[in-house]
């Protein structure tokens, strides 16, 4: 990484912050469909490069730029996303059907939180949270199992048919 940023002075500018957790992940989901493996730093320098096409205004990666990576990156890790093997990343599930229902209600108790949500607007928000951009069929499904997963579990409240929250 370089520690001289330069940083493009527009009205339009884009920073590093204004890229929401949930973006930066569903980068490196894509960044993984494409990739079997990378290192720590072709990671970060695939990263930075995807934002750079997506607005950011930073032209180096600087230091401060690769902590803020590494913090997505290890979010990343912790939502399994990717995993690291022997010093590389890897995707840790390809698609949804690949995770477990646990883990499902696991990522959706933790994207929805104790606010109220419509069923579909918790799909969205667990399904960005491991880094999915879109909520197909699929998505849909593991999601409404995990539901009511987490309501059979005591983990997630209803209100009437259409509203769930964190217990």
């Not at 940083?7 to 204004?18: M, Y």
Request: hydrophobic letters at 35%.
């Amino acid at each position: 990484m370089d520690g001289n940023a330069e940083v493009v002075t527009s009205a339009d500018e884009l920073g590093i912050d204004d890229f929401p957790r949930e973006e930066v992940l569903a980068i490196i989901r894509d960044i993984f469909r494409a990739h079997d493996a990378l290192s720590r730093d072709d990671t970060l320098r695939a990263i930075f490069d995807s934002l750079r096409e997506e607005g950011l205004s930073t032209r180096r990666l600087s230091k401060p730029i690769g902590q803020s990576l590494e913090s997505h990156l290890a979010a990343a890790v912790r939502r399994d996303v990717i995993y690291r093997d022997r010093g590389n990343y890897r995707i840790d599930c390809r698609s949804i059907d690949e995770y477990k229902r646990d883990d499902l209600v696991k990522y959706l108790t933790a994207a929805v939180g104790r606010t109220w949500h419509t069923r579909d607007e918790a799909i969205k928000a667990a399904a960005r949270h491991i880094g999915f951009r879109r909520t197909g069929r699929n998505i849909q499904a593991a999601f409404k199992s995990a539901i009511n997963a987490g309501i059979h579990r005591n983990l997630l409240d209803r209100d009437g048919p259409d509203y769930i929250r964190r217990t």
